[in-house]
């Protein structure tokens, strides 16, 4: 089921990871809490897996998880609306980009904000020192056409409809409100990437508060997964959690460095998923102990297949 729904395509989602991922988790949740929640890629897998059906979707950035619940709640008003921006723009499509960019930008209406993400370059979130967003157009393309914006945000909304909380608070906020049979995907801002010029926003999070917070929830024995740190062929990025948390770590590919490729060089990304220690003796798909490392060769995903329901093969 690589095939999902989504209606974003925005820079860090592991809309590709998501089967690899999920086949670490539960095979049933009571609900699933995303902290970082983002575009949500991991609640529409476990939605269309039907591992969950109970969601908590959280993100500071507070237009996009508005965005998120009118394209989960009503995806026919979102649909409307990208539809009569999408064909706005056909006179000049540079300058009707950096006008609806003011108007976001003056309004943080989420509606605005769906076209910008179309549209801006690689997909990807940038905002000056005074919050404001300022990422440029891509001059390649006009965005997603409407047709098919409509088609993903009626399949994201046909998983998660009435099954989600919306809510925009700091992730420790969120952690502190963990009920038993909850289960925690957290996927904060890339280390190296992110950094700290607007709390409201892409604000990096402090490395020894989040070490912190996961501590407390080894002590509430809570199960979650993290997505956090990585390569790019021998360097890293980001720093590794402490081992005296007793997080499983496994590596995953995920593909060559598009970048790399472009200066001649063969050169492999990574990102690190790490699991609880209450998620080894649970009921997972496959058997976590036997992973540290997962390729996108052919033989490590015809393994994977073997051990668990899920096809391992994301993109």
């Given at each position: 089921m690589s095939n999902l729904p989504h209606f974003i395509q925005y820079?860090?989602?592991?809309?590709?990871?998501?089967?690899?991922?999920?086949q670490f988790l539960p095979q049933r949740i009571n609900r699933l809490v995303e902290p970082f929640a983002g575009t949500a890629a991991i609640s529409v897998a476990a939605a269309a897996h039907q591992i969950a059906q109970d969601f908590w979707l959280n993100d500071l950035n507070k237009p996009l998880i508005e965005?998120?619940?009118?394209?989960?709640e009503s995806p026919d008003d979102i649909a409307d609306f990208y539809l009569k921006l999408w064909n706005e723009q056909h006179d000049d499509s540079i300058a009707h980009y950096f006008e609806v960019r003011s108007k976001f930008n003056k309004t943080?209406?989420?509606?605005t904000?769906?076209?910008?993400?179309?549209?801006?370059?690689?997909?990807?979130?940038?905002?000056n020192s005074e919050g404001l967003?300022?990422?440029?157009?891509?001059?390649r393309r006009k965005g997603t056409r409407p047709e098919r914006m409509k088609k993903n945000i009626l399949g994201v909304s046909s998983l998660l409809k009435s099954k989600c909380k919306f809510t925009s608070l700091d992730y420790r906020e969120v952690?502190?409100?963990?009920?038993?049979?909850?289960?925690?995907?957290?996927?904060?801002p890339y280390q190296g990437v992110c950094g700290n010029r607007d709390s409201r926003y892409l604000s990096g999070i402090n490395f020894d508060d989040f070490v912190l917070e996961l501590e407390r929830l080894n002590q509430k024995g809570a199960a979650f997964a993290i997505s956090y740190d990585g390569r790019l062929g021998d360097k890293a990025f980001g720093k590794v959690l402490p081992s005296d948390l007793n997080l499983k770590r496994i590596e995953i590919e995920t593909g060559r460095s598009s970048q790399?490729?472009?200066?001649?060089?063969?050169?492999?990304?990574?990102?690190?998923l790490y699991l609880s220690s209450g998620l080894s003796g649970?009921?997972?798909?496959?058997?976590?102990?036997?992973f540290n490392y997962i390729s996108n060769k052919s033989e490590q995903l015809t393994l994977l297949e073997k051990h668990g329901e899920f096809a391992a093969a994301a993109r």
């Open positions: 820079q860090g989602s592991k809309r590709n990871l998501a089967n690899y991922i999920l965005l998120l619940e009118l394209a989960i943080n209406n989420p509606k904000f769906l076209y910008l993400l179309t549209r801006c370059v690689k997909g990807s979130v940038r905002y967003f300022n990422q440029s157009p891509d001059k952690l502190s409100q963990i009920q038993d049979g909850d289960f925690i995907y957290m996927d904060p790399s490729t472009l200066l001649g060089k063969e050169e492999i990304t990574t990102e690190s649970n009921s997972t798909s496959i058997r976590i102990k036997d």
